[in-house]
């Protein structure tokens, strides 16, 4: 939140000292550019994928109402996926700011309009994701030793606890590290589909192709219903989640204004490719009702083909879920980050390690938040209520862009798509949310009403500006116990990293100077 008069006033100070230390050749403390076109692809890839194609592609099946209606509803959200992806390619280079679709929304819209974005963010959506997949990683990893039952709740949620301790000291320690762990398990994940592709084809040859056949694809095993089949496209576009994560990172690429779009245009297809095939693989070795009855496909399809080899599709889905978290810690930390540079969230949050320039206690709050989720047992409800607020966003950012085209028409736009591409995708975003809210008003106005809460908390915490000097003092005094416990400063920022060059760092920010930081390792 803001941190009032007395802050602002000392932080002004300090920007312009890490800045003439920057450029001066004094190595202002900044975020590194250290992510290339190999660990951008890594990133996206490693976000979509996550352990549903793996373990319950089956929500577009069971709403398409036949196999070739679900591989039709595959194809179609990968290319609408696209379209927005296409989309966020041309704000990121024109928005060059990490944070990705918070970032565009504050600038386009206001303040009011990111901070609801980054509210249901920091509250539910970033804490229950990975809380969610870090429980499937120790379900996958811990089902082996209790072959006969469940493994116990405590059990699960002390090894998730400990996977999420670990990958966060991997992101904390250095950024080169947590890109070499997301490129690692992205490969893991993306050889163990490829082997479910291969071993399709194999069951293609031998014959093994019934449902495929055009008359027994599109034979359904329950009647046709639109509202059915709406619900088909949603759970596709839920599968294809992620896909926006690398503009969260934008300051941390290596020539964002090449390989974002690059990141975007190899990734993007790659996992449609990867997601209709494997659903190809799926109903070569299974019938559509064995499908739907499996809690665990790549499991009951490893079990029917590989034989003493099964083992390996529940490792995949550990391996891929392991990443999945560390992906989702790297992303999420830096719009907490890019948030609290912007005056939304503490100011402790928007620093970064004055040797290793990672920004730690965004690491560290993400990583606390997400062991909280661990101990409720209503994450999967808040999942279902913000989804759709989730999906609100996408569309709003999309929207953003038209908006910005006629508002500012000379803005210096690096990539720039025809505006058919963002109405296609308000289009069937316009059509997907509708029938949400058909189909499920009272979900989604929960979710609405989680997102509101954030209203009062804005006005209070960073519209109004002269809060009292006691406050001000606690925050400056609470900012100060953080810098010193994390050795953190508040970073220099770049030139190139804003919406405008040569535009100074946000103000309200660190009671210390940069000179006082380069002091703080040895002092604390």
Same mark, same amino acid.
């Given at each position: 939140?803001?941190?009032?008069?007395?802050?602002?006033?000392? *932080?002004?100070?300090?920007?312009?000292?890490?800045?003439?230390?920057?450029? /001066?050749?004094?190595?202002?403390?900044?975020?590194?550019?250290?992510?290339? +076109?190999?660990?951008?692809?890594?990133?996206?890839?490693?976000?979509?994928?996550?352990?549903g194609i793996f373990v319950s592609p089956k929500g577009v099946l069971e709403n398409a109402s036949s196999v070739g209606v679900a591989l039709i509803v595959w194809i179609i959200t990968g290319v609408i996926t696209a379209i927005g992806a296409l989309c966020y390619a041309e704000l990121g280079v024109t928005i060059p700011k990490s944070g990705g679709d918070y970032s565009y929304v504050k600038d386009i819209f206001g303040g009011l309009a990111g901070f609801l974005r980054l509210w249901i963010a920091v509250l539910v959506i970033y804490p229950t994701n990975q809380a969610v997949i870090a429980l499937t990683f120790s379900n996958y990893v811990l089902q082996p030793l209790f072959p006969t039952c469940f493994p116990p709740?405590?059990? +699960?949620?002390?090894?998730?606890?400990?996977? $999420?301790? #670990?990958?966060?000291?991997?992101?904390?320690?250095?950024?080169?590290?947590? *890109?070499?762990?997301?490129?690692?398990?992205?490969?893991?994940?993306? $050889? @163990?589909?490829?082997?479910?592709?291969?071993?399709?084809?194999?069951?293609i040859c031998k014959g093994e192709y019934y449902w495929l056949e055009p008359v027994n694809a599109f034979e359904p095993f329950q009647d046709y219903d639109v509202g059915l089949?709406? $619900? /088909?496209?949603?759970?596709?576009?839920?599968?294809?989640?992620?896909?926006?994560?690398?503009? !969260?990172?934008?300051?941390? #690429?290596?020539?964002?204004?090449?390989?974002?779009?690059?990141?975007?245009?190899?990734?993007?297809?790659?996992?449609?490719?990867?997601?209709?095939?494997?659903?190809? @693989?799926?109903?070569?070795?299974?019938?559509?009702?064995? =499908?739907? @009855? /499996?809690?665990?496909?790549a499991v009951t399809f490893g079990e029917k083909l590989l034989g003493v080899m099964a083992w390996i599709m529940p490792i995949s889905v550990a391996l891929s879920t392991f990443g999945g978290v560390n992906g989702s810690l790297f992303t999420s930390s830096r719009l907490f980050f890019a948030g609290a540079r912007e005056g939304h969230l503490?100011?402790? =949050?928007?620093?970064?390690?004055?040797?290793?320039?990672?920004?730690?206690?965004?690491?560290?709050?993400?990583? +606390?938040?997400?062991?909280?989720? #661990?101990?409720? /047992?209503?994450?999967?409800?808040?999942?279902?209520?913000?989804?759709?607020?989730?999906?609100?966003? !996408?569309?709003?950012?999309?929207?953003?862009q038209i908006v910005l085209r006629f508002k500012q028409p000379d803005m210096h736009r690096p990539i720039k798509?025809? +505006?058919?591409?963002?109405?296609? !995708?308000?289009?069937?975003?316009?059509? $997907?949310l509708i029938f949400s809210l058909y189909s499920e008003p009272v979900v989604c106005g929960i979710g609405l009403a989680i997102m509101l809460?954030?209203?009062?908390?804005?006005?209070?915490?960073? !519209?109004w500006k002269n809060k009292p000097q006691c406050f001000d003092t606690l925050v400056d005094k609470m900012t100060y116990l953080g810098q010193k416990l994390c050795v953190v400063v508040y970073p220099a920022e770049s030139s190139d990293s804003g919406a405008d060059e040569g535009q100074e760092m946000t103000e309200a920010k660190s009671p210390l100077s940069k000179e006082d930081g380069d002091n703080l390792k040895a002092d604390s």
């Open positions: 939140m803001s941190d009032g008069p007395r802050q602002r006033s000392s *932080t002004s100070g300090s920007a312009k000292d890490a800045a003439g230390a920057k450029e /001066s050749g004094g190595g202002g403390v900044a975020l590194k550019k250290e992510i290339g +076109l190999v660990s951008a692809c890594g990133i996206i890839v490693g976000n979509i994928i996550g352990s709740e405590n059990g +699960l949620r002390l090894l998730a606890a400990v996977c $999420l301790l #670990l990958l966060t000291w991997v992101n904390c320690a250095s950024v080169r590290w947590a *890109t070499r762990v997301q490129d690692i398990f992205t490969a893991g994940k993306l $050889l @163990a589909l490829i082997l479910i592709i291969i071993m399709g084809i194999v069951q089949i709406a $619900l /088909s496209f949603l759970q596709g576009s839920f599968a294809y989640g992620g896909w926006n994560f690398l503009n !969260y990172v934008t300051e941390e #690429l290596v020539d964002p204004y090449v390989n974002l779009p690059r990141a975007i245009f190899i990734s993007i297809p790659l996992v449609t490719f990867v997601y209709v095939f494997a659903n190809i @693989a799926y109903v070569t070795a299974m019938s559509p009702q064995e =499908l739907l @009855a /499996s809690n665990a496909v503490p100011s402790l =949050l928007a620093m970064i390690h004055v040797k290793r320039c990672t920004p730690i206690p965004a690491l560290l709050f993400t990583c +606390l938040s997400t062991l909280l989720m #661990l101990c409720t /047992s209503d994450m999967y409800t808040l999942i279902n209520y913000v989804g759709f607020i989730n999906y609100l966003f !996408y569309g709003v950012t999309v929207a953003g798509i025809s +505006l058919i591409w963002p109405v296609i !995708y308000l289009i069937f975003w316009a059509f $997907l809460t954030g209203v009062p908390v804005y006005f209070l915490g960073v !519209y």
